[in-house]
């Protein structure tokens, strides 16, 4: 069966500060893969998705970006990081052929 | 520009009641509408519905789709507190397969 892993689950950090998030999917090959952003009481905000190693498509401008080095692995970085980072993180896979995602358990993001 | 609006955007009623929650779109080559229920962390996964007017059923919650009217219903009967969440709503496009969510429905179940 199909599992994601994200983490760190929390994480405070000063502004300023570098920031990476790890999502890893197992079980299933080839996902798509998503980032999304919520903030608090909101809806989702798709922030990058990638159809595969290496193939990244941003959809806000902002100072965060994304990598996949390996088919299973999404990377959210920032070098610095703004008060207007924190939320919540939300990583997700699916298959080409479905609308269905899967999220990891997110990440809370502090910046103070 | 592709817009997802749920109504409303909170909601509060008592143990034992029956709530309806809606979702409506305005999209171009609409392919499914999706309901997700997030308590505290992930959202997880509801209903996918395709077909307008096929009833989507899973214990108490039921979900409905309505392409004339560009809507969709999902109804949580004789309600539990394990049902307050934040209840999502999201529409996949033909055109790229992403999904463009709601802003969803917060629903509180008092005791």
């Known amino acids: 069966s199909q599992t994601i892993h994200q983490w760190p689950a929390t994480l405070v950090q000063p502004v300023g500060s570098p920031l990476s998030l790890e999502c890893t999917v197992e079980g299933t090959s080839n996902p798509n893969l998503y980032w999304y952003r919520q903030a608090a009481g909101r809806g989702l905000q798709l922030l990058f998705y990638s159809v595969g190693i290496g193939q990244i498509s941003s959809e806000v401008p902002q100072n965060l970006s994304a990598s996949r080095p390996q088919d299973r692995q999404f990377i959210l970085s920032s070098k610095k990081l703004l008060l207007s980072d924190s939320g919540f993180y939300l990583c997700?896979?699916?298959?080409?052929?479905?609308?269905?995602?899967?999220f990891g358990e997110g990440s809370r993001l502090t910046v103070l | 520009e592709d817009k997802v609006v749920q109504s409303p955007l909170s909601l509060v009623v008592h143990e034992g009641d029956t709530v309806t929650l809606n979702c409506s779109y305005e999209?171009?080559?609409?392919?499914?509408l999706l309901w997700y229920k997030q308590e505290k962390k992930a959202p997880t996964f509801l209903f996918m519905l395709t077909s307008s007017g096929i009833e989507k059923k899973s214990g108490r919650l039921s979900s409905i789709l309505d392409k004339k009217e560009l809507s969709s219903i999902l109804n949580i009967t004789a309600t539990q507190t394990g049902d307050s969440a934040i209840y999502l709503c999201?529409?996949?496009?033909?055109?790229?397969?992403?999904?463009?969510w709601g802003a969803g429905t917060k629903l509180i179940i008092k005791p």
């Open positions: 999209v171009t080559n609409f392919r499914s």
């Open positions: 999201a529409v996949e496009t033909r055109s790229n397969y992403q999904l463009i």
């Open positions: 997700a896979w699916n298959l080409a052929s479905t609308g269905e995602l899967f």
